[in-house]
């Protein structure tokens, strides 16, 4: 059975960072692409960032220059540093794992696309 374990949230002051990791166990993790995606309140979940099982970083748009996305296959974990944060980045943050085939670059942010899904974990940035 596949487990998706966020951890890492919390409550930070905007321009503070975290720190998320995702430990992953059950599937063969180095084989899977990785992603992050967040749900603000009343929102829908939106992509954050991915990393390819090959190591290739995407991002969107609201994150790149403070977000970095990485994973360590011996570990079988993914992280993602959030630097600058900003009150906007208020939101449940979830792991995805997809074992299927990017085509394009747009692929990486399709939720759809995505095969296990974590429970996530809060993150809320004070003004």
């Known amino acids: 059975q596949v487990h998706l374990v966020e951890s890492g949230g919390g409550l930070v002051q905007a321009g503070g960072s975290l720190r998320l990791s995702c430990a992953a166990s059950?599937?063969?993790?180095?084989?899977?692409?990785m992603a992050w995606f967040r749900q603000a309140p009343g929102k829908e979940r939106d992509f954050v960032s991915a990393?390819?099982?090959?190591?290739?970083?995407h991002y969107a748009d609201s994150v790149k220059e403070r977000f970095t996305i990485s994973r360590d296959n011996a570990k079988n974990t993914m992280y993602l540093q959030m630097n600058s944060l900003k009150p906007e980045d208020t939101a449940i943050y979830y792991c995805?794992?997809?074992?299927?085939?990017?085509?394009?670059?747009?692929?990486?942010?399709?939720?759809?696309?995505?095969?296990?899904w974590g429970q996530g974990t809060q993150v809320t940035v004070s003004s």
């Open positions: 990393i390819s099982r090959g190591g290739s970083t």
């Open positions: 059950g599937l063969s993790f180095s084989s899977h692409h």
């Open positions: 995805a794992a997809d074992r299927g085939n990017w085509y394009t670059d747009q692929d990486s942010s399709a939720s759809y696309r995505y095969d296990y």
